[in-house]
């Protein structure tokens, strides 16, 4: 492309300029961009080139300057997309950035920038990912305000929220509007299917998804990982080994988390032998347990009544992340956040896992939990 600028062999248009000062500012940086952007002659300095150089500003997390070109754009009166938008806004979807969405939306409207159907699942996702229902609703309820016609994305996301909330007959209702509005063999909205169908125990479903995963042109590694989950859930301890071998012989065990993904299954239903010889294996394949294993492991000592080894195993994970890297360093340090939300990850696998496994006596157990783990004084309500 840049020979094609420098020798001009024919007409650039509109779109090969776009496509030049995208490339540019994605791989050289904003600065080279921008030094491309004044030299493209003006009758090209329109709209489209506006919205991608903002966006690609965007993409490498520079704000104020991106706003600056939005300024730019208003008193040139070139319209702004709705993909910018939508990337302000996940830049702002952390907890402490969060309420400057609010501002965000009503930036848009005055610039009568009409939300797109993405911009509504971002801040349902956003929504999900806080475990906020009212909020998800709400979100969803003023998408319908609007008229903007949900996708599959939309009822993934509020389908996979109800079922995690434990709404089940509400997230079957949003299951059944996944299935109506699927466009073609999407994969992600398959696994999303596979998740859910494993959640809500419809083997039969389950079984059909699985199927048509399998006859797109490559399945990925992710796709099985999923599937031996959903399995595992409905019971069909045999079929989710089944797809473990399958997977092993085509993908190999390269990480953690394909290892995680059987040994679930094991610990949901206490096998702790086969459970103990999926770890060993993992050892043994050069990848680290994480926090995830852990928890999954003190789970299957509680299904199997062997709670002094669940304690000590809880006690083991704690200070763990759950990232699935092959270990390159036996010294490397495996965990690099900072202690309180290590110990409020850790607090909420407690909790998970007293639940499920339905502790009985729950103050004693709780408090022996408690003192096990160094004596920190929690309550955890509801168990």
């Known amino acids: 492309m840049e020979w094609v600028v420098r020798e001009r062999p024919y007409r650039l248009k509109e779109l090969d300029y776009s496509y030049l000062l995208e490339f540019t500012t994605k791989h050289h940086g904003i600065s080279h961009g921008e030094k491309l952007f004044l030299c493209v002659p003006s009758e090209f300095q329109n709209e489209l080139l506006y919205n991608n150089l903002v966006i690609s500003c965007l993409e490498k997390g520079v704000i104020r300057l991106s706003l600056d070109y939005m300024k730019k754009m208003r008193e040139q009166g070139h319209p702004i997309s709705y993909l910018i938008f939508n990337r302000l806004i996940i830049l702002h979807s952390s907890p402490g950035s969060r309420k400057m969405i609010p501002k965000i939306l009503a930036q848009m409207r005055a610039d009568k920038v009409v939300p797109h159907v993405s911009t509504y699942n ?20 003023d998408m ?23 709404l089940y007959t509400v ?35 389950l079984e059909r998804t699985w199927g048509i995963v399998l006859e797109l042109p490559h399945v990925r590694s992710k796709s099985y990982l999923l599937a031996i989950e959903a399995y595992g859930k ?55 347990a994480n926090s995830i294993t852990f928890r999954h ?10 709670v002094e080894e669940a304690l000590k195993t809880l006690e083991m994970g704690k200070n763990l992340t759950t990232s699935n890297r092959k270990v390159k360093d036996m010294k490397e340090i495996e965990c690099d956040v900072v202690d309180n939300k290590k110990w409020c990850s850790f607090c909420r696998i407690i909790h998970e896992v007293a639940a499920i496994a339905n502790i009985p006596g729950c103050c004693y157990d709780a408090s022996t939990m408690f003192s096990a783990i160094g004596g920190r004084r929690i309550v955890l309500m509801g168990l």
């Open 144 to 166: 319908k305000r609007f008229k903007v016609e949900p996708n599959e994305v939309s009822f993934c996301i509020l389908a996979t929220a109800h079922a995690a909330a434990r």
């Open 297 to 306: 492991l003190a789970l299957g000592c509680l299904k199997a009544n062997l």
């Open 234 to 288: 409905i019971g069909q301890l045999s079929r989710a080994e089944e797809l473990w071998l399958e997977m092993k012989s085509i993908h190999g065990l390269r990480s953690t988390e394909q290892f995680n993904s059987m040994l679930s299954v094991y610990c949901k239903h206490g096998l702790i032998k086969k459970a103990t010889g999926n770890f060993r294996e993992m050892e043994i394949n050069g990848c680290k």
């Open 171 to 205: 997230a079957e209702a949003y299951v059944e509007a996944v299935e109506k509005s699927c466009s073609g063999d999407n994969w992600s909205t398959l696994d999303v299917l596979i998740i859910l169908y494993g959640h809500l125990g419809k083997e039969k479903e």
């Open 122 to 141: 971002i801040l349902m996702k956003i929504e999900a990912n806080e475990h906020n229902i009212d909020g998800l609703v709400k979100v969803y309820n």
